[in-house]
């Protein structure tokens, strides 16, 4: 039986130079503050090989004493915790300048699950990568 090549945008990929990193982190916090400033209050941006992991952290609403009783905990400790709880949001895979695939992360299944873009299509740019994420912002 003959091999066939078949076009897997979630495998593989190209690594990220460290040089590259600075760049990239930028361009995706700018898209970020421009168009979700106000739902996080800070991002965490990973890089691991070809990949490239994007958390946001916000600020947790209030609790309620109900919720402090459960939990054994003041406000301040609650509030302290949920805000560094990371929201994972997607995981993005490099292969060009401007030819990347997303992951979402789905909570119901704790793991990244390969999805298109907005656009419907399985490759385009950090920053539309970024806007699969942002889901979870709200």
């Not at 700018?30 to 965490?44: I, M, P, Q, S, V």
């Amino acid at each position: 039986m003959r091999k066939v090549w078949t076009y897997a945008p979630h495998s593989g990929g190209v690594k990220i130079k460290p040089a590259e990193q600075g760049r990239i982190r930028q361009r995706i916090l700018a898209h970020a503050n421009k168009h979700y400033a106000g739902k996080f209050t800070r991002l965490d941006i990973r890089f691991h090989g070809a990949l490239v992991y994007i958390d946001a952290y916000v600020e947790p609403n209030p609790p309620s004493k109900k919720l402090l009783q459960l939990r054994g905990e003041t406000k301040a400790q609650h509030l302290e915790f949920m805000r560094n709880l990371p929201t994972h949001l997607c995981r993005l895979r490099h292969f060009m300048e401007d030819s990347w695939s997303v992951a979402f992360y789905t909570y119901s299944h704790e793991r990244y699950e390969p999805c298109v873009l907005h656009n419907y299509k399985w490759t385009g740019t950090v920053e539309e990568g970024f806007d699969v994420g942002a889901t979870y912002l709200g």
